[in-house]
């Protein structure tokens, strides 16, 4: 077991010296590490000593602690208050793991300084060292293994238990298995029909590793032993087997590497929380997580191909959903100081961030952040220069800190993260428009990308694990034949001196850039390459056009048409929500972009000797053939994704849906209601194609299951739901109710139901019926019309009557036709199962026509 303790000691007296208090620490170390009961009690005052004493006695024999090692987070000669030293206390044995800090209160006594007062403070807990195989190893007849949706069922296998004693925590079952799961929500089993043809998962596996409590365990593990006088253990390769196993699967769930040991050791699971790990005979790795502790409970992952397949939250007993309370902002992050040095071909990143946080709730002892696990921690330190102790979740690249001294709720503080690595930069996937390309596209001459760019998936900083809007400077020196951008204002450039020392000397004469944000950011973004200057306009907003050496002169932009774009925008949305404006013209194998805070970047796809575009014209979201298409979208996220953000990945859409939906506004504005009423067109096929893949709530959900239908729902049918929300409450209301929504949400998460909140306020109308069935179904209108030309002594008129066959929708239905020269249309807005609307006309009617717009999908 391994205890890690840290001492904080405050004086009342000004007569302690760094001496002094060094003494008191050696002898508290030499005490505790023999276990010396008196010597240990000594230092307290005698009205503690009994306690003490007992505490360290009952220390010895619950945990029974092989080796103490005491590390002091800073030097006293650091220049800090002497009265006050923080040590960290190891206690380690073989099978545990615990941090604690105390706070000693000193005073001065005739036989030499004592501790009057003491208290204790746990950071983690207990953490366990687990290993399989342990020794404890057993063949079983049968093991059932179950939970509320799942059941992993074997015969004639192998059990392999963990090596903690006097607890149950892991298990690997290695033999003839089945498995058998559905998902008890009906949406969820729609999604594993459509992923596995089958609405019950019923495989054969060939092993399962699991994570659980003890008490878990107890109630819902069953194992029966087979005869030992039959069957013999495990061979020496299913041995080996085993212990490979555990190795792949133990990092994924419940550990973390610290920073000290730089062993890696795990949490015990709580109540019913469990994870399993199972292989089918297909080679098909599954797992299932089950956790009370997020709003929704169950995650059904295929490993083998990294699908999220279900994310659910079970039904109770009742049948209903089970309520979920959340404890998660323990802390606001105010404001990053970021220093970074890259090296862009070597991939190399230095960096040193000072990071402003505001606790939110009383006595706040670590975050959580999110960095890369390429990039190795070299110290963490608080505004003191204390060392602070960090742990790392290496599979999901969260790194946690844990505080000398706990944070006040409304209390500031800061600290300061030193790291490095060879950081290789993925595709982004936030923000971002993607673009295919022809595979027998033909390039010129070999391109050169000699662009780099450092954005929200690299995890390049430690970052919040959610949305958190914060202000930052960044100061970002990169070699001298580059140049970069990044969020916010470009407030200095200047050059390295060359060192007075050897130290550094290979950063001589590079180039320097500091940014700074006046506006909040969601995160950090910024990009280095040969870019030159082409363009710019003073504003409002100040403009700036930068394209790298190689993009092709005649794909160039011109600056006009980002001020059409952006004055667009303003009139329909509001006022833009940062500072300047950036765009970034880049060479690049992926069309579309990227649109980090207050920058854009745009890709443009090398010259092709083949005539036809080097794009994927099959794509859902191509609209390449509006040259303005792509930097419209990516402007769009500027209001949509960046000035305001979506709570989870329910309501992605408000930032891939609106950003389309804004660029095709554009599009119409520039070419006109011919060209809107076309893309509408096409985004309805797509739509009724896609659909079944799922609703726009599933939001990034959907990209797992078939990209191509997270574009056609996510982008295009959101786009065209929004615009039939547009014609059924009016295009006064709904502007109004955008610019509302985007003025209250301004740099924060919002969800779907604050935007139907806007539009209903603005309208004046209950909407549930209409985000109910275009957001939260898969399915479309089944609509059927009917025509009958009626007349009465009040004149003719034309009867419609419309019945939808399925679930009730809300939408609007147009009819048209000719009055001899006349045309004539008529819109109706459809909101029940059954409707009747009585139509006017004169003469005789002629062309009749039924959603001649094409614009509602579904069947009619």
């Given at each position: 077991m391994l205890f890690v303790f840290c001492l904080g000691l405050t004086s009342v007296s000004q007569a302690f010296s760094g001496v002094m208090e060094k003494e008191l620490v050696s002898k508290l170390r030499e005490a505790f590490s023999s276990g010396d009961e008196a010597a240990y009690a000594s230092l307290f005052a005698p009205g503690l000593r009994g306690e003490e004493a007992a505490f360290l006695r009952d220390l010895k024999r619950d945990f029974n602690f092989e080796r103490a090692a005491f590390i002091q987070p800073q030097p006293l000669e650091a220049g800090l208050d002497p009265s006050r030293v923080f040590l960290r206390v190891f206690l380690e044995n073989k099978f545990s793991a615990m941090l604690q800090t105390w706070s000693l209160l000193l005073e001065p006594a005739a036989e030499g300084d004592v501790i009057i007062d003491k208290k204790i403070r746990s950071d983690l807990g207990i953490l366990y060292k687990v290993t399989i195989p342990s020794g404890r190893v057993e063949a079983a007849s049968r093991v059932e293994i179950r939970h509320q949706d799942i059941s992993l069922i074997f015969t004639n296998a192998f059990v392999y238990y963990d090596n903690i004693p006097g607890l149950e925590t892991a298990l690997l079952v290695m033999g003839?298995?089945?498995?058998?799961?559905?998902?008890?929500?009906?949406?969820?089993?729609?999604?594993?029909?459509?992923?596995?043809?089958?609405?019950?998962?019923?495989?054969?596996?060939?092993?399962?590793?699991?994570?659980?409590?003890?008490?878990?365990?107890?109630?819902?593990?069953?194992?029966?032993?087979?005869?030992?006088?039959?069957?013999?253990?495990?061979?020496?390769?299913?041995?080996v087997r085993a212990a490979s196993l555990f190795q792949k699967h133990y990092?994924?769930?419940?550990?973390?590497?610290?920073?000290?040991?730089?062993?890696?050791?795990?949490?015990?699971?709580?109540?019913?929380?469990?994870?399993?790990?199972?292989?089918?005979?297909?080679n098909v790795e599954f797992t299932y997580v089950y956790t009370p502790f997020t709003e929704e409970e169950v995650f059904f992952i295929e490993q083998s191909r990294q699908k999220l397949i279900n994310l659910y939250s079970p039904p109770d007993q009742e049948g209903r959903r089970k309520m979920f309370i959340s404890f998660q902002v323990k802390f606001d992050i105010l404001h990053y100081d970021l220093e970074v040095s890259v090296s862009p071909k070597t991939r190399q990143l230095s960096a040193r961030a000072r990071i402003s946080v505001l606790g939110r709730r009383e006595n706040l002892d670590y975050l959580k952040l999110r960095l890369n696990k390429e990039l190795e921690i070299v110290r963490v330190q608080d505004h003191l220069g204390r060392e602070l102790f960090t742990t790392r979740d290496n599979f999901r690249d969260l790194l946690y800190i844990y505080f000398l001294e706990p944070i006040g709720r409304e209390s500031p503080c800061s600290f300061e993260v030193y790291y490095r690595g060879r950081l290789a930069l993925p595709e982004q996937t936030t923000d971002v428009l993607a673009a295919g390309q022809y595979n027998e596209t033909l390039i010129l001459t070999p391109p050169r990308y000699e662009s780099?760019?450092?954005s929200l998936s690299a995890s390049w900083y430690p970052g919040p694990t959610d949305d958190d809007y914060f202000t930052a400077r960044q100061r970002i020196i990169v070699p001298p034949e580059y140049?970069?951008?990044?969020?916010?204002?470009?407030?200095?450039?200047?050059?390295?001196?060359?060192p007075p020392g050897v130290l550094g000397l290979d950063k001589a004469g590079h180039a320097v850039y500091v940014f700074e944000t006046m506006q909040p950011v969601k995160y950090l973004s910024f990009i280095v390459g040969t870019f030159a200057e082409e363009a710019k306009s003073p504003g409002p907003p100040p403009l700036r056009y930068l394209v790298s050496s190689n993009v092709f002169y005649l794909k160039k932009m011109q600056v006009s048409l980002l001020k059409e774009i952006l004055a667009y925008y303003e009139r329909l949305f509001g006022p833009y929500p940062y500072g300047e404006l950036t765009v970034v013209h880049r060479l690049w194998p992926v069309g579309g972009g990227h649109s980090p805070a207050s920058f854009v970047v745009v890709n443009e796809l090398p010259r092709s000797v083949d005539s036809r575009l080097p794009i994927n014209p099959s794509s859902p979201v191509d609209l390449s053939r509006w040259k303005e298409y792509f930097i419209a979208h990516e402007i769009a996220h500027q209001w949509w994704g960046q000035g305001l953000t979506w709570r989870s990945y329910r309501d992605q859409w408000l930032s891939e849906g609106l950003a389309q939906f804004a660029t095709v506004l554009f599009l119409g504005e520039k070419h006109g209601e011919r060209a809107l009423a076309g893309i509408m067109e096409k985004f309805c096929q797509w739509t009724n194609t896609a659909s079944r893949w799922g609703q726009i709530s599933l939001g990034s959900r959907l990209s797992y299951l078939n990209f191509e239908a997270y574009q056609a729902i996510i982008y295009n049918k959101t786009a065209v739901v929004l615009n039939l929300l547009r014609e059924v409450i009016g295009s006064e209301a709904f502007f109004a109710g955008m610019r509302d929504f985007f003025r209250t949400h301004l740099f924060s998460a919002a969800r779907t139901s604050d935007f139907r909140r806007a539009m209903e306020k603005s309208s004046g109308r209950d909407l549930g019926r209409f985000f109910e069935g275009w957001f939260d179904s898969h399915l479309l209108p089944e609509t059927r019309v009917s025509l009958a030309a009626v007349e009465t002594d009040e004149g003719r008129s034309l009867q419609v009557k419309v019945r939808q066959m399925s679930e009730v929708f809300v939408f609007p239905l147009w009819l048209e036709w000719q009055e001899g020269e006349r045309r004539v249309v008529?819109?109706?807005?459809?909101?029940?199962?059954?409707?009747?609307?009585?139509?006017?006309?004169?003469?005789r009617l002629n062309k009749i026509k039924v959603n001649a717009q094409k614009i509602v999908p579904g069947s009619l």
């Open positions: 003839q298995g089945v498995v058998a799961y559905s998902p008890s929500s009906p949406r969820e089993k729609h999604q594993l029909e459509l992923a596995y043809k089958t609405r019950t998962l019923n495989k054969q596996v060939s092993y399962a590793f699991c994570r659980f409590s003890n008490s878990f365990f107890q109630t819902d593990i069953r194992i029966t032993p087979a005869d030992g006088g039959e069957v013999s253990g495990p061979s020496e390769s299913v041995s990092p994924r769930y419940f550990t973390v590497v610290d920073s000290l040991s730089r062993e890696r050791l795990s949490f015990l699971p709580q109540g019913q929380e469990a994870v399993f790990d199972f292989m089918t005979d297909e780099y760019l450092y140049s970069c951008v990044a969020n916010g204002l470009l407030t200095e450039r200047a050059t390295l001196d060359s008529h819109k109706l807005i459809v909101d029940g199962s059954e409707a009747v609307f009585s139509l006017p006309y004169q003469g």
